[in-house]
């Protein structure tokens, strides 16, 4: 938890989540997702399982990468990860909102097909920004795959 907590607190623009958050984090509902180059960790991706009657949602919380692993793909294959395991846990869709000024995450997300769905006002603060409110519908046929009963 500690090196995790090092690398989001070197991630400009990420907000410095404390131990009570990261312990709720990973005692609830979460999937996080770690990657490790040369003993250190590299970047990690973390989302919340939303359960609500009749379906489940998961919340992007946060995709971070070192600045050494940077424009080598490695964003990319977290969040494709994470959303496996999403879609594995029965989510019918990823939310997550973003800096409106973040184009490179942008266009990862768009890359790998998610939706702007719309924008909060100046919902970041240090600075303050717009956030882009975004989506990912998964396949409602895989999601039901992973819902029935053996």
């Given at each position: ?85 999403a ?25 790998l ?36 009963p053996?």
């Amino acid at each position: 938890m500690a090196a995790l907590q090092r690398l989001q607190a070197a991630t400009p623009g990420m907000p410095p989540w404390t131990d009570v958050h990261w312990r709720g984090l990973l005692a609830g509902d979460a999937i996080v997702v770690i990657a490790e180059a040369d003993g250190d960790i590299a970047g990690y991706a973390v989302a919340s399982l939303l359960r609500i009657p009749g379906e489940v949602l998961a919340e992007l919380e946060a995709i971070v990468v070192a600045s050494a692993y940077r424009r080598n793909g490695l964003g990319n294959g977290l969040l494709r990860y994470l959303l496996g395991e999403a879609q594995a846990a029965g989510a019918i869709r990823l939310i997550l909102e973003v800096r409106s000024g973040n184009t490179a995450a942008r266009a990862l997300y768009r890359g790998l097909g998610f939706q702007e769905e719309g924008l909060r006002r100046r919902y970041y603060r240090d600075p303050v920004e717009d956030a882009v409110l975004m989506s990912l519908q998964f396949p409602q046929d895989t999601v039901a795959l992973e819902k029935r009963p053996e």
